[in-house]
């Protein structure tokens, strides 16, 4: 009888266990959790992923808009100028000194990141060295893209470009996102016309 009793006393023991729910939330919170920190990091990764993207496009365009005058404020370049533009655009959300800023000068639009024209002499399809070709952008070498480094002069198309790293808050969700190395590449380009300023007089306003 004494065995029984304690079995039963056990059973009703483990009953009332059974029933009791006062831990229950944080148990079930200890598994949602994980999954609710990861939605939200990654809702503030893409939103800042969208933020910096757009500030970086409208920065360029700003940039460009200024380039296509030939002005040249007093105590800088016209490259300066460009680069403090973007700077200001970004608000600070960008560094700038990890930022990658291209301008290449071309001949026409459609000769925008073309290669450099050569002859192929062994019709492999490819240039090799010591093929002959046109520098058009004189730096004494075939390059596989034609534009010239610089801001261009008058009625000189030029292809603005900006390439960045952006730091990400955290590697968890590098992969998904399609980060690399603790950062996600952004980058933007934009090709214009310089005006027909007098070159002499280095642009207007």
Aim: aromatic fraction near 8%.
């Amino acid at each position: 009888m004494m065995e029984i009793s304690k079995i039963k006393r056990k059973f009703r023991f483990f009953g009332r266990l059974l029933r009791r729910n006062e831990g229950a939330a944080a148990v079930e919170f200890a598994f949602v959790a994980p999954l609710l920190f990861a939605t939200v990091v990654g809702i503030m990764e893409v939103a800042m992923i969208l933020i910096v993207s757009s500030l970086i496009e409208g920065g360029l365009r700003d940039a460009a808009r200024f380039g296509i005058t030939g002005f040249v404020p007093v105590g800088v370049t016209r490259e300066q100028q460009i680069t403090s533009i973007i700077s200001d655009a970004t608000i600070g959300l960008v560094d700038m000194s990890k930022i990658e800023v291209t301008t290449l000068v071309y001949p026409s639009f459609a000769q925008i990141g073309q290669p450099e024209p050569y002859t192929d002499t062994n019709t492999n399809g490819s240039y090799d060295l010591g093929e002959p070709f046109t520098d058009i952008n004189g730096n004494g070498i075939w390059d596989a893209d034609m534009g010239a480094s610089g801001v261009g002069g008058p009625g000189e198309i030029v292809l603005y470009k900006i390439k960045y790293k952006l730091p990400m808050m955290t590697p968890l969700l590098s992969t998904v996102i399609g980060g690399s190395d603790g950062a996600i590449k952004l980058s933007s380009s934009i090709a214009v016309r310089n005006e027909p300023y007098p070159s002499s007089s280095g642009g207007g306003t």
